[in-house]
Nanobody, 121 residues
Framework: QVQLVESGGGLVQAGGSLRLSCAAS????????LGWFRQSPGKEREFVAG???????????DYVDSVKGRFTISRDNAKNTVYLQMNSLKPEDTAVYYC???????????WGQGTQVTVSS
């Protein structure tokens, strides 16, 4: 069982930055595929950034096109934490951001409670 707790959301003006953190409990954190998803009102939850699994062992970084060059995902396995650095934020980035973990990110079984990010124009 893995528990995920996000933090770092808030209100920021367009062009600003935020860093989200997701602290995980449980064992084998370093082996998990980890990702950030977001959901805004009236829209489906979408993948934002993550460490996806290729094959059985390999993890690689992936981003949705709309955040490439602006967002950076990183992880600290010693701290059981994954981060999302968000720069050059836009109003369309406004959403609840969720951290997820699992063997793959196609349908991760573990989710955090979400953290609100609001970008004002």
């Amino acid at each position: 069982q893995v528990q995920l707790v996000e933090s770092g959301g808030g209100l920021v003006q367009a062009g600003g930055s935020l860093r989200l953190s997701c602290a995980a409990s449980g064992r084998s954190f370093s082996t998990y595929a980890l990702g950030w998803f977001r959901q805004s009102p009236g829209k489906e939850r979408e993948f934002v950034a993550g460490f996806r699994r290729r094959g059985v062992v390999t993890l690689y970084v992936d981003y949705v096109d709309s955040v490439k060059g602006r967002f950076t995902i990183s992880r600290d396995n010693a701290k059981n934490t994954v981060y999302l650095q968000m720069n050059s934020l836009k109003p369309e980035d406004t959403a609840v951001y969720y951290c997820a973990a699992g063997f793959r990110l196609d349908s991760p079984p573990y989710w955090g409670q979400g953290t609100q990010v609001t970008v004002s124009s």
